[in-house]
């Protein structure tokens, strides 16, 4: 009983943080139409901006978040303006893009292990590797602050969307570009701007990643199969599909891991993956996909 | 005769294709209500997505109110008071149906009196308050479209285009759809309708216009289109192409 109870824990700690990490992937899918295989290797580029802050100046991980947050939005501005709004009129963008965002993942990766090598990295501040006891039971400190951090977050990010005036018009335009674009919704900056947020998720991801995981610069590759199993089995664009999908993924790997060893554990989001694009391609909360 | 908008020898297509509208025109006057009918693929929808902006203008000219709508994105056309309700009717299905009125008026520079204004909405058509909180994707077709009509009516516009109200629904529902149309008229609102029905289209409106192929054919007061023996041959075509 105690050891299902310690693993249900550390599956919910975990499905917080990779709620996170899948949100802006699936926020820029649902407005923007991008698969942005580079997303991960944001999230770790959102990481280092994080482990330098704390290792240079002692700057906690979670004060390190919003400026990480902000910084990763700047660049997925500069990403946006220089790679994906020329393609935005071409007939082939969809296909276009996941090659734009292959590229990038590359680049990004490329530059992060020139400046920073590519050693294994963590954050440690003191919490990372304390935890706190129930009887038996412990909930690992780092996991836990990270997982309340990522639903701070989300919540945010859901209150935004659902009752602000441009959170609605985020959320118009995913539904229906032309129908937001005729209700006078300049759907171009809707663009650039979920892009920013999309990013800037990352951004915060990788703070809170940055003391849960060690990270080096290639680590991304592990993560994009992982998250695109969210963002599928969520129905793609849709961040509450993506939020509970990252639950009941991290839940099931943390039990496949705790009877069938770790290894195994990461197979569970591959085999997922594979198993929803199979039976249910539209996901949890997606619309059926289009056959043409 | 006062123009409210002028359509002249309109030129547009999608994207880099051929010219769908090659010679297009048609005159708006105020107040009235005006029909476009023509066969399927005459390029009727495409005539109203170039008077919003959604198309380019390759050559002619929009005038609207005597002032070129050349270059104009649609979000501008827009708050000149020019609302499209296109054939898809333009609803977010997984918002609710208050959200969906509350976007209606999101080019609204003074939101102020937006709450308001979607409560005496409501009142007016019980059946969207009574769904306020559902969302609009799970509506009927006639409730989505009157929810699209009705939305239009948020920003008090000048012209309101309709893009085939009627689409797959019932005679009934037909009936009530244009009976929204005609109370809205009757408020002075300026109503361009597009409709595949010619007789029902002509007979609730004051002008008709009738396009084919990409050019208007010729165009009068709807009486007169409806009498025209041109219309009963093209539409003995326009039903075989369908
Ligand atoms: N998005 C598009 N891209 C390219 N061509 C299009 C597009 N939409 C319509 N067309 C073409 O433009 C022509 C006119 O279409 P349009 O929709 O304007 O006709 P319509 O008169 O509204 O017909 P219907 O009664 O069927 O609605 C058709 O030949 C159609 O194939
Ligand atoms: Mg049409």
Redesign the pocket.
Same mark, same amino acid.
């Given at each position: 009983m105690e050891q299902i109870v310690q693993t249900l824990i550390l599956g919910i700690a975990l499905g917080g943080v990779f709620a996170l990490m899948g949100s802006g992937l699936s926020l820029v899918f649902g407005v923007m139409r991008i698969v942005n295989l580079a997303h991960p290797s944001l999230i770790i580029a959102g990481a280092y901006v994080t482990y330098w802050g704390f290792k240079l100046w002692g700057i906690d991980p979670l004060v390190m978040l919003p400026i990480a947050a902000i910084i990763l939005a700047a660049i997925g501005v500069i990403l946006y303006k220089l790679v994906f709004e020329k393609e935005a009129k071409s007939a082939k963008y969809s296909e276009m893009t996941v090659l734009l965002t292959f590229a990038t993942a590359m680049i990004v990766e490329g530059a992060l292990g020139g400046m920073f090598t590519n050693t294994q990295r963590v954050t440690s501040p003191d919490y990372a590797t304390d935890a706190i006891f129930f009887g038996n039971v412990f909930i690992p400190t780092g996991q836990l602050y990270a997982g309340l951090a990522s639903l701070v977050i989300i919540g945010a990010l859901a209150l935004f969307l659902k009752h602000s005036r441009f959170g609605n018009a985020i959320r118009a335009t995913t539904q229906n570009r032309d129908a937001a674009e005729l209700l006078g919704v300049n759907v171009n900056f809707v663009g650039i701007m979920s892009f920013a947020i999309g990013i800037g998720l990352a951004g915060a991801a990788g703070s809170l990643v940055s003391f849960v995981f060690s990270f080096f610069p290639a680590k991304h590759w592990e993560w994009i199969a992982v998250l695109m199993s969210l963002v599928v089995l969520g129905g793609m664009g849709s961040i509450l599909g993506t939020v509970l999908a990252s639950f009941m993924l991290s839940i099931v790997a943390a039990f496949v891991g705790a009877y069938f060893g770790s290894t195994w554990s990461s197979m569970t989001f591959f085999l997922a993956l594979f198993l929803i694009l199979l039976v249910r391609p539209q996901g949890l909360f997606g619309e059926k996909p289009e056959l043409a | 005769m006062s123009q409210l908008l002028e359509v002249t020898s309109l030129t547009a @297509?999608? %994207?880099d =294709?051929p010219a769908? !509208?090659d010679g297009a025109h048609l005159t708006i006057e105020p107040g009235k209500v005006h029909c476009i009918i @023509?066969?399927? =693929? +005459? =390029?009727?929808?495409? !005539?109203l997505?170039a008077i919003c902006g959604m198309l380019k203008i390759r050559q002619g000219d929009v005038k609207f109110k005597g002032e070129s709508l050349k270059g104009l994105r649609p979000d501008q056309i827009l708050r000149k008071g020019i609302c499209f309700v296109p054939?898809e009717r333009a609803l977010f299905p997984k918002m609710t149906v208050r959200e969906n009125l509350r976007m209606g008026g999101y080019s609204l520079a003074d939101k102020s009196g937006l709450e308001r204004a979607i409560d005496e909405i409501e009142e007016r058509f019980p059946i969207l308050r009574e769904r306020r909180d559902q969302h609009a994707g799970t509506m009927s077709g006639g409730q989505q479209q009157t929810l699209a009509m009705a939305r239009t009516l948020i920003i008090r516009p000048e012209i309101v285009m309709l %893009?085939?109200p009627s689409l797959g629904l019932a005679p009934k529902i037909v009936h009530e759809m244009f009976g929204i149309m005609k109370m809205m008229a009757s408020e002075g609102i300026t109503i361009l309708l597009?409709e595949?029905n010619a007789l029902m289209g002509l007979k609730n409106s004051d002008w008709g216009v009738v !396009?084919d192929l @990409?050019k208007t054919l010729f165009e009068g007061p709807a009486p007169e289109v409806l009498a025209d023996p041109r219309i009963q041959e093209l539409y003995l075509g326009g039903k075989k192409a +369908?």
């Open positions: - | @297509g999608y %994207d =294709g769908i !509208l @023509g066969p399927n =693929g +005459a =390029g009727k929808s495409t !005539l997505k054939q %893009d085939e597009v595949q !396009l @990409g +369908a």
